[in-house]
């Protein structure tokens, strides 16, 4: 089974905290996401990496930043976290679309609250 | 960013009858993902289509890819309370695009 762990399923941090988000899975996957879903907005693409060491932005890349050095690994950073960040965060993997690889898996997901 | 037609946004069923919920976009898809979401956790994927006409079951579950590659459904039969919970379609457009479009989610409530 695929798996795809987050660091975290609740976090609470105060503003201007730098916040670290961490995923893992575990199946090899290319691709990997960061989301954020929000009430009546639905989920929304903050960036995403092809492969190790390259990123790009989605649709909502401000305030945040990411990394991927290793294949199973993608980092989701707030570099000073702020009340608007506050949100459900999820990660998603899969393998390259050019592989084959539709599917994507998603962790359980992040509840981060900002004070 | 784009986003896909989902409906209805919310039903309200007795248990033990059949739901449908279907996804129509104005662009072609190549490949449809539906997903159900429960409350605090994470989408788990349900069902994935890749090719028009395609019909797939997962248990109780079966969706369609839809011959004009616009649109897609998801049927559940007999409901039953675990069945409860937020469902997704998703798709990935036609011609090499790399990121997918959601739906914005059908929340289904079952009266036992």
């Known amino acids: 089974d695929v798996k795809v762990t987050q660091s975290s399923r609740y976090l609470v941090k105060r503003t201007g905290e730098k916040v670290f988000l961490e995923c893992v899975q575990d199946m090899d996957h290319e691709n990997m996401f960061w989301y954020r879903q929000d009430p009546g907005l639905g989920l929304r693409l903050i960036y995403f990496?092809?492969?190790?060491?390259?990123?790009e932005k989605g649709d909502i890349p401000e305030g945040y930043s990411v990394s991927r050095e290793k294949k199973e690994r993608f980092s989701l950073i707030l570099e000073s976290a702020s009340t608007n960040q506050t949100s459900m965060y999820l990660c998603a993997s899969r393998f390259t679309v050019l592989a084959g690889g539709n599917e994507q898996f998603f962790g359980p997901g992040t509840r981060l609250t900002v004070l | 960013g784009q986003q896909l037609n989902q409906s209805p946004q919310s039903m309200f069923i007795q248990e033990g009858e059949d739901v449908s919920m279907n996804c129509t976009s104005s662009s072609i898809f190549n490949t449809w993902l539906w997903y159900k979401q429960d409350p605090g956790e994470g989408p788990v994927l349900l069902i994935a289509?890749?090719?028009?006409?395609e019909l797939t079951s997962n248990g109780r579950l079966t969706a369609q890819f839809g011959i004009t590659r616009k649109d897609s459904f998801l049927n559940i039969s007999a409901s039953i309370p675990s069945d409860v919970g937020i469902y997704f379609c998703?798709?990935?457009?036609?011609?090499?695009?790399?990121?997918?479009?959601f739906g914005q989610g059908t929340r289904l409530t079952i009266n036992p």
């Open positions: 289509l890749y090719k028009a006409g």
């Open positions: 990496s092809y492969d190790v060491k390259m990123k």
């Open positions: 998703a798709g990935l457009p036609w011609g090499g695009a790399q990121k997918l479009v």
